[in-house]
């Protein structure tokens, strides 16, 4: 996200997809969307920005489910742009929510963790920088 501008709070500003075998999901989208595929190093493996036709921004990511992705589950997963992850953190808790996984941090872009809502559903809440 650091290259483009910050979405509003309370719009998606992301979506990535985490799979075991990224480079096949990789390819199925390619053929089946038109999607191009960018590259992202994470040192001894890439993981996939997807552009669309036309595009010179990347509209999803997909990415293999490794080191601290290991545990994402294999769904769409959407970033929710928030002004305060702590407040926010502490809302979804106090609702009933629970936390998927530990905050992480994006260098140059912010900060995130994924939660998980009452009815079980999964989203990543994202605090830019």
Known sequence: MADYPVPPVGQIG??????PNADAVRDFYAQVTGWSVSPVSMGDYDDYCMVPQGGEKPITGI????????GQPPV??????VADLDESVRRCLDLGGKIRAPERKMPGSG????????AGAVAALFQAE
Do not use: F, K, Q, S
């Open 14 to 19: 992301w979506i990535d997809l985490t799979v």
């Open 63 to 70: 990415c293999h489910a490794r080191g601290e992705n290991a």
């Open 111 to 118: 900060r995130y963790t994924v939660i998980e809502d009452p």
């Open 76 to 81: 769409w997963m959407i970033y929710i742009m």
